[in-house]
């Protein structure tokens, strides 16, 4: 089961940040949150992924809380190809001893002029 | 370079024929991911492969279901006596080496390809 919850869906006018949230109260301590998007038809995009400290990359920033159990994934200024589904992950630690992905519903943003 | 190069993009098979569906990882990436994604759903992990390691086979959903990884490179994922339940897109991803046992957290990102879209008529 995933990890995280996310609001099913979200708007953004185009140009604007756009602040994705994900809560993620039964996380480890050890365990990484990573941000992921899907735009039709196209295969999960690698975003961000960050432990404990804020990060910031090419295409956004994460902010994690202090006590670790929310995030929030900012896209500085959205543009219509943002539009997708904007997945937050919890690595997840498997029986085998590797860690996986398990991904959820995600939420659907749409950016409009 | 190259990124997770998956083949055929779309399969239209008819009920109760095999499928292979291939899968070219990122060159170098010694972990190998399958995941399949119904529509409008959330991706669902099936199997994945670390170097010469048995593969996590814990999500396969039946034992119509299998892959193999030859050569530390190449996967097929291969489904027999295809259902119509089925059809989903069955995406590939690969990433670096992961680091085995509690505590050695691996955080190299999946990269996926673009998936293979099939259809079980």
């Known amino acids: 089961d995933a990890k995280t919850t996310q609001p099913t869906s979200m708007d953004c006018a185009e140009g604007r940040a756009a602040n994705l949230p994900c809560n993620h109260s039964?996380?480890?301590?050890?365990?990484?949150v990573y941000w992921y998007r899907q735009i039709h038809s196209q295969g999960p995009q690698y975003i961000i992924h960050?432990?404990?400290n804020n990060e910031t990359n090419e295409m956004a920033s994460l902010i994690i809380t202090e006590d670790r159990k929310s995030s929030t994934l900012i896209l500085p200024h959205a543009t219509l190809r943002d539009t997708a589904v904007y997945y937050c992950i919890v690595r997840v630690e498997r029986r085998s001893g590797y860690s996986t992905l398990t991904f959820g519903k995600g939420t659907m943003l749409l950016v409009s002029p | 370079g190259a990124g997770v190069s998956q083949s055929p993009s779309n399969k239209v098979t008819e009920k109760g024929k095999d499928v292979e569906l291939r899968c070219d990882p990122i060159s170098g990436h010694t972990a190998l991911y399958w995941y399949r994604q119904s529509l409008g759903q959330g991706l669902e992990f099936l199997i994945y492969?670390?170097?010469?390691?048995?593969?996590?086979k814990s999500g396969l959903p039946s034992d119509r279901f299998s892959a193999e990884r030859t050569g530390g490179s190449v996967s097929t994922l291969t489904i027999q006596r295809t259902q119509q339940e089925d059809s989903a897109v069955y995406l590939c991803?690969?990433?670096?080496?992961?680091?085995?046992?509690?505590?050695?957290?691996?955080?190299?990102?999946?990269?996926f390809g673009n998936g293979t879209r099939l259809t079980v008529t």
């Open positions: 991803a690969s990433s670096l080496v992961l680091v085995r046992g509690v505590g050695a957290q691996n955080n190299s990102p999946l990269h």
């Open positions: 960050g432990l404990k």
């Open positions: 039964t996380i480890s301590g050890n365990e990484y």
């Open positions: 492969f670390q170097g010469n390691s048995a593969p996590d």
